[in-house]
């Protein structure tokens, strides 16, 4: 649950980014950051924790 | 900046609207459920903090601010992206404090449960809050 706390962190910041930088729709910008949302969770567990 | 209760806000919200985010939040509940018993409490554990309810709510802000300021004559596109990102800085502060609730539970879980419920939430107000103030202060 941290990882997936840090990992909606930085999907969040990057729907903010999206968003206000680039001015992208709600939906695009939610469902695209999706994968950075993977990458951070699975990645940081793949990291501390091994392969599940 | 003061943060102040709106209750009048919730007349403008549809009812679908609140069972689109009780759907979508019980299924993910659900789901990370079965993900537990199938790839152990880690894998589970992660999918408790999935971006479930958020993009309904972020597309459901960006469509009332639209709509408000379209309603005053004027093209909302840009005040509907901007308040939707304005959730979505609350959000990155919110998940700070998840992530602190999270480390308490992961600590103290042992030691007594309901105790460690207590805390965990305590440090999630503590930990948003802080990060509010700070964010509001640089």
């Known amino acids: 649950m941290i990882m997936g706390a840090v990992a909606l962190a930085s999907y969040s910041w990057v729907v903010c980014l999206l968003l206000k930088k680039f001015m ?3 939906w695009a910008a939610t469902l695209s950051a999706i994968v950075v949302w993977f990458a951070v969770a699975l990645g ?7 392969a599940p | 900046m003061i943060v102040r209760l709106n209750p ?16 979508m939040g019980g299924a ?14 880690v894998i589970g554990g992660l999918f408790l903090a999935f971006p479930a309810i958020f993009p309904a709510s972020a597309t459901l802000i960006e469509k009332h601010e ?9 093209s909302g596109a ?6 939707a990102a304005l959730d979505a800085a609350g959000a990155v502060l919110g998940s700070l404090g998840l992530a602190a609730f999270a480390v308490v539970i992961w600590l103290l879980t042992e030691q007594s449960a ?6 965990a939430a ?4 503590a930990v948003a809050v802080f990060a509010w103030l700070v964010r509001q202060w640089l």
């Open chain 1, 24 to 26: 992208v729709t709600s």
């Open chain 1, 44 to 50: 940081a567990s793949a990291a501390l924790f091994g």
């Open chain 2, 8 to 23: 009048s806000a919730l007349r403008d919200i549809r009812r679908y609207e609140y069972v689109v985010r009780f759907a």
């Open chain 2, 28 to 41: 993910m509940t659900v789901i990370a459920g079965l993900i537990a018993s199938r790839f152990g409490p």
């Open chain 2, 66 to 74: 639209r709509k408000r300021k379209e309603k005053a004559g004027l």
């Open chain 2, 78 to 83: 840009r005040r509907g992206k901007e308040a």
């Open chain 2, 114 to 119: 309901s105790l460690a419920l207590v805390l």
């Open chain 2, 122 to 125: 305590a440090a999630w107000v």
